[in-house]
T-cell receptor, first 113, second 112 residues
Framework: DGGITQSPKYLFRKEGQNVTLSCEQNLNHDAMYWYRQDPGQGLRLIYYSQIVNDFQKGDIAEGYSVSREKKESFPLTVTSAQKNPTAFYLC????????????FGQGTRLTVV | AQTVTQSQPEMSVQEAETVTLSCTYDTSENNYYLFWYKQPPSRQMILVIRQEAYKQQNATENRFSVNFQKAAKSFSLKISDSQLGDTAMYFCAYNAGNMLTFGGGTRLMVKP
């Protein structure tokens, strides 16, 4: 099936540990994005990538890192420097640079225990 | 920086009635796109409707329509004949090139 796969759906992390969230797409979309959503709030952009081997910081990049070694994959690492990492994380893709809507994965709920 | 504002944190409507959700945005761009997304309890983001800024005609998708006022930078969503399945968070979003910017959302409850 074509789509965006985020894994795992639920993730628990101990304080001080890094954790990586996976996002894979087979839509052949150029652009990929990571958003964070806190309870009852909107989506805030963490990082985005328009092409392979290139990415830009969004509004809340501190404490996060990404890579884009393949067109299909855009993993997000939540580092120990992120002070409040418990949140819902959404990965999205879009076909090109301009104007198009984003298509979303089903999200990963990260909880720090 | 572009900003998107949804001034109604929560709204409710009776089943079969009509409701309008508000959205305003701030931009210096002339060409851009606007979207409404729905997020039901499953948390899956679903595109409801899109509007291209250079088109004067308001977009319509079945029971969903928009009122796009470019000069006022306003982009409201009207849901007609509301159904219980319309209960969700609704997000307005703006895109002028690189990325989508979202508003804070409006929680809509449709009451039987």
């Amino acid at each position: 099936d074509g789509g965006i796969t985020q894994s795992p759906k639920y993730l628990f992390r101990k304080e001080g540990q890094n954790v990586t969230l996976s996002c894979e797409q087979n839509l052949n979309h150029d652009a990929m994005y990571w958003y964070r959503q806190d309870p009852g709030q909107g989506l805030r952009l963490i990082y985005y990538s328009q092409i392979v081997n290139d990415f830009q910081k969004g509004d809340i990049a501190e404490g996060y890192s990404v890579s884009r070694e393949k067109k299909e994959s855009f993993p997000l690492t939540v580092t120990s420097a992120q002070k409040n990492p418990t949140a819902f994380y959404l990965c999205a893709t879009s076909p090109g640079r301009m104007n198009t809507e984003a298509f979303f994965g089903q999200g990963t709920r990260l909880t720090v225990v | 920086a572009q900003t998107v504002t949804q001034s109604q944190p929560e709204m409710s409507v009776q089943e079969a009635e009509t409701v309008t959700l508000s959205c305003t945005y701030d931009t210096s761009e002339n060409n851009y796109y606007l979207f409404w997304y729905k997020q039901p309890p499953s948390r899956q983001m679903i595109l409801v409707i899109r509007q291209e800024a250079y088109k004067q005609q308001n977009a319509t998708e079945n029971r969903f329509s928009v009122n796009f006022q470019k000069a006022a930078k306003s982009f409201s969503l009207k849901i007609s004949d509301s159904q219980l399945g319309d209960t969700a968070m609704y997000f307005c979003a703006y895109n002028a090139g690189n990325m989508l910017t979202f508003g804070g959302g409006t929680r809509l409850m449709v009451k039987p």
